[in-house]
């Protein structure tokens, strides 16, 4: 693992995050619980799934953001389901 590496994990899942964000409004955790779930997903879909997706897509590169920024998506939607309703 390089800090390259590293890096694109980090951005794309916080634009993972973000996304998940505007996909899910009336349950959004804000920018900054987004961003920061997101890259923390990131990360880990990053080191958990970015080898399985660069064989599927033929490029690492490629692998290592899809599947940075599909697990920085999941993680802020799974918090904001758990996320309680205002009383």
Known sequence: MDIVSLLVQLLSGAVG????GVINKAKNLGP???TVLGAVGGVAGGQA????????????TAGNVTASALVGLLLPLI???LKKKPA
Not at 53 to 60: C, E, I, K, T, V
């Open 49 to 60: 799934l970015g080898g399985t997706m660069a064989g599927m897509l033929g490029n690492a």
């Open 17 to 20: 995050g973000n996304l998940a």
């Open 32 to 34: 900054l619980l987004n």
């Open 79 to 81: 918090g904001g389901m």
